[in-house]
């Protein structure tokens, strides 16, 4: 399996595509990444140094990897943080040109523009160009509560609330939703969910929260999620074993008090989960 993944990059630490292609390969996927921006570490340590790539860089490694005439093996294209709406054109160039030589390859956007307590984090214009261009192009979506919430202009109070959510977002073009970070009335205090949906139906995972504060989960999950469901083609198991995967990275990271979470250390959490989470039918 080939998958084009074109997120931000960092040399320190694990966010974007520093956080997603390990993980893939360790699935034994072959991963072909491009890179958003090149960073000496995430920018929530408050400095960082590096520089941003522009559209026409994507689009030029794009054309080489066309000269080699592998378009038509890739699988499937990932994206996540999405600098401008310039870099964002491109990408989804990139994923025409990829659907072009292979109509059965799938995209999967993961949505990036903010999150619960932080807020919108994201360039003026990229949520309105994840919502009218990005998503509706996407065959799946992976938004946190706070994302889901943006892109329907929909209050998720309740489960049933997610659920009106998904859907109107599924209606926008997306078949596959995978939403992290849930949390409604029906969720306990101590746990989180997850949820994803597809046309055979919708299912949970919920797992104990754990108090630690990193970056580069979701774009992890995100990877994960996607691999797991172009294997089977199925929400529900890719959603089990994603969140189980996360889950058992999340909780080496904190037993081991580390600052960025445990990509390599933690790799066996995703071929082999220290806990197995069983998706409900909801």
């Not at 990932?78 to 059965?104: F, Q, T």
């Not at 058992?248 to 989960?273: M, N, W």
């Amino acid at each position: 399996m080939n998958i084009l993944s074109i997120q931000s990059h960092v040399a320190f630490g694990h966010v974007g595509n520093a956080s997603a292609v390990f993980p893939m390969q360790r699935l034994g996927v072959d991963v072909w990444p491009i890179h958003t921006v090149q960073f000496s570490n995430h920018t929530g340590y408050g400095s960082w140094k590096g520089r941003v790539f522009d559209g026409g860089m994507i689009d030029e490694v794009m054309d080489g990897i066309a000269e080699r005439g592998v378009l038509s093996a890739c699988d499937g294209v990932l994206s996540g943080y999405m600098g401008s709406a310039d870099i964002g054109h491109a990408i989804l160039s990139a994923v025409e040109r990829v659907r072009a030589a292979n109509p059965r390859a799938i995209y999967c956007c993961d949505p990036v523009i903010g999150d619960v307590g932080r807020g919108v984090f994201v360039r003026p214009g990229i949520p309105e160009f994840m919502r009218e261009q990005a998503v509706p192009a996407a065959d799946i979506v992976t938004p946190n509560q706070f994302e889901l919430e943006l892109l329907t202009d929909i209050e998720i109070r309740t489960l049933a609330d997610a659920h009106r959510a998904v859907e109107a977002l599924r209606d926008t073009g997306p078949k596959v939703v995978m939403v992290t970070s849930l949390v409604t009335e029906e969720t306990p205090d101590d746990s989180i969910d997850m949820m994803a949906v597809d046309a055979k139906g919708a299912w949970r995972v919920r797992t104990p929260k754990l108090d630690v504060s990193v970056n580069g989960a979701g774009d992890a999950i995100a990877a994960l999620f996607f691999v797991h469901y172009l294997r089977e083609q199925s929400a529900a198991v890719a959603l089990g074993r994603a969140s189980s995967s996360v889950y058992g990275l999340l909780k080496r990271t904190k037993e081991a008090g580390a600052r960025e979470i445990l990509t390599v250390s933690a790799q066996d959490e995703f071929v082999t989960p220290s806990e197995d989470f069983t998706p409900e039918a909801i």
